[in-house]
């Protein structure tokens, strides 16, 4: 019977696991969480993708309590400077542009528009576009789906674990205070049975979940699971983070800064702004990365910038015996689109849609492990899709980033793009097609032909039809707020 969980670490990911753990099992289970306070966090996962509102929901947090706790703000995009190359940038909103028009999706009818005379880009179809380009927003509850307008949030992780924490606390999860000095293994089976500390006390539990970040304590240290190591797509293996002053004017938006080597983050927050460089060491040396990042602060650094070193890849069992991987220690994805905090969010959900009751199944283990596995690859080559796609020639690492050998999944998916337009989803994919088309035709994949349903509309009426659906884009815009009133008059108690 599986009556106890042990949560080895904090943070964001333990606490996340611990929250929602109470909240769906209830009495069912026990959990413990261990963590200690000596050991810090990585914490710069500042930015998030939409189903995060999902997670706060079913929680119940109430969501301008939420962005008081955690000094939040919205996001509408991430937007992609100098990628393409130096000087271009393009957006990737949580939005889809257009209207569905017919038969196929709306980029095949702005095609033949285009070949008919339309001068307007994608994104002046896209509400989240419009809204980030002019710094404003409002929650739109409507029916509509021309004014849907997904969004998610920036916020410190470091305060949203305490704030997690409280609630899971007071749902009945028991946090210990303590350093991880031994794991106790069953000699028979292999699966962990206890946490010994430093203090000698003693934390036995029926399933363990490894909140322990890149040292991935149990999974792999203790079980000897096996690292997948993807660097040959993803070479970055560094970072350094500074905080700095917040601006005047809050953006909606993330913005991601290529430079000649790797790329900048900017993450806006109502008390800070969150900075980062992402870079590999064979082609940029520390002193560099520091001078790189520093030379491009917009408002004045609040600390000395931490170097974080790391491996892009998966742990290749996220689940092994009685041990489950949560966060950082199932795996490193560098946070180009912003998503750590979401395969947090859906390594728990999954763990809870299969949680073992009377015993753990090999059968549930495997699944589970397919499963993650598939998701991990999806987001994976869609970072590598931004790198890949590049038409830069300044420097070394920007050539490598182009010339590399790419999953074969990937290379089908751009292929298919630039002969037909055409993109299909793959399951467990957590980005839509809305997401691969704004940085496929950002990137600069120019389509040789799209589908014979939008050529079968007259010019003249799809022309029409077009400018119709870009007047109703932007008429929401003249009722909406700044992102800053928007955010001083909901949060305000």
Aim: include cysteine.
């Amino acid at each position: 019977m599986i009556k106890k969980v042990v949560i080895a670490g904090g943070g964001t990911a333990g606490w996340m696991a611990a929250a929602l753990l109470k909240k769906v099992l209830h009495q069912q289970i026990d959990v413990e969480l261990v963590e200690s306070d000596d050991i810090g966090i990585i914490g710069v996962g500042e930015a998030t993708i939409p189903p995060i509102q999902v997670f706060n929901q079913y929680l119940g947090l109430d969501e301008a309590e939420f962005l008081r706790e955690t000094k939040a703000t919205i996001k509408l995009a991430i937007k992609f400077e100098n990628w393409k190359t130096k000087g271009e940038s393009y957006y990737h909103t949580f939005g889809a542009p257009g209207a569905q028009l017919g038969f196929c999706p709306f980029q095949h009818y702005w095609l033949q528009a285009k070949k008919a005379g339309l001068t307007e880009s994608l994104w002046d179809f896209d509400l989240n576009f419009l809204c980030a380009e002019q710094g404003k927003f409002n929650i739109i509850k409507t029916p509509n789906p021309l004014y849907e307008m997904p969004y998610a949030y920036h916020f410190d992780s470091g305060l949203y674990g305490r704030y997690l924490r409280k609630i899971a606390e007071k749902a009945g999860v028991v946090r210990t205070e303590g350093m991880i000095e031994h794991i106790q293994q069953d000699a028979m089976s292999g699966h962990i049975r206890s946490l010994h500390l430093k203090d000698g006390r003693q934390i036995d539990g029926d399933l363990f979940i490894d909140c322990t970040g890149l040292r991935a304590l149990l999974i792999r240290k203790t079980l000897g699971v096996a690292f997948e190591n993807w660097s040959q797509y993803l070479p970055a293996n560094s970072a350094l983070a500074v905080p700095s002053e917040r601006f005047a004017q809050t953006l909606p938006y993330t913005r991601s800064i290529a430079h000649k080597v790797g790329w900048q983050w900017r993450i806006p927050l109502t008390h800070r702004n969150g900075n980062g460089l992402v870079y590999c060491s064979d082609y940029l040396s520390d002193d560099e990365a520091h001078h790189t990042l520093m030379g491009n602060l917009d408002s004045k650094a609040l600390a000395e910038p931490r170097k974080i070193s790391f491996q892009t890849g998966r742990t290749m069992q996220q689940w092994c015996k009685n041990v489950v991987s949560i966060g950082l220690s199932s795996g490193f994805l560098e946070p180009l689109e912003s998503t750590s905090i979401h395969l947090i969010q859906s390594g728990i959900v999954r763990l809870l849609k299969m949680f073992p009751h009377q015993q753990i199944s090999q059968t549930v283990i495997d699944y589970y492990n397919a499963d993650s596995k598939q998701e991990f690859e999806t987001v994976r080559d869609f970072i590598v899709l931004h790198y890949h796609v590049n038409q830069r020639d300044d420097s070394k690492f920007w050539r490598d980033m182009r010339q590399m050998a790419i999953p074969a999944r990937l290379t089908e998916k751009i292929a298919l793009f630039q002969e037909t337009a055409a993109i299909f989803n793959d399951q467990n994919d957590i980005f839509r097609d809305a997401s691969w088309l704004q940085v496929m035709l950002g990137q600069g994949i120019a389509p040789r032909d799209y589908h014979p349903a939008a050529k079968a509309v007259p010019d003249a009426q799809l022309l029409q039809t077009l400018q119709k659906i870009r007047g109703a884009k932007q008429q929401p815009l003249a009722q909406m707020l700044s992102h800053d009133e928007f955010l001083l008059r909901y949060t305000k108690q």
